[in-house]
């Protein structure tokens, strides 16, 4: 069992930072890939970037995000992380942490596959 504490949502003018936490209890959050989602009133809860377990040696982020959002993962501090920057009004969402164990050092869950979610916290970007 695998609980996830995110932490680092707020507000923030369009072109500002926000770094996004995700602390996961257990001893074994290395062996597990991780995601951040996001849900925008009205919208799907969509993937915006994943990183495969251990090393985090394969990352993907999606389209909307590539070259202003990074994810990373520290396995010592059993925590992972969304470092966003050039943000923008459309990426307002509330931000979800996802895990899932990852067979292998490569593998990158599909959306449908993550096990354990976190409660959210919420980013709201002012134009």
């Known amino acids: 069992q695998v609980q996830l504490v995110e932490s680092g949502g707020g507000l923030v003018q369009a072109g500002g930072s926000l770094r996004l936490s995700c602390a996961a209890s257990?001893?074994?959050?290395?062996?597990?890939?991780m995601a951040w989602f996001r849900q925008a009133p009205g919208k799907e809860r969509d993937v915006v970037a994943a990183i495969s377990r251990r090393g985090g040696t394969v990352t993907n982020y999606a389209d909307s995000v590539k070259g202003r959002f990074t994810i990373s993962r520290d396995n010592a501090k059993n925590t992972v992380y969304l470092q966003m920057n050039s943000l923008k009004p459309e990426d307002t969402a509330v931000y979800y942490c996802?895990?899932?164990?990852?067979?292998?050092?490569?593998?990158?869950?599909?959306?449908?596959?993550?096990?354990?979610w976190g409660q959210g916290t919420q980013v709201t970007v002012s134009s």
């Open positions: 257990g001893r074994t959050f290395s062996m597990y890939a």
């Open positions: 996802a895990g899932q164990f990852g067979p292998t050092d490569r593998s990158i869950p599909t959306k449908g596959e993550y096990t354990y």
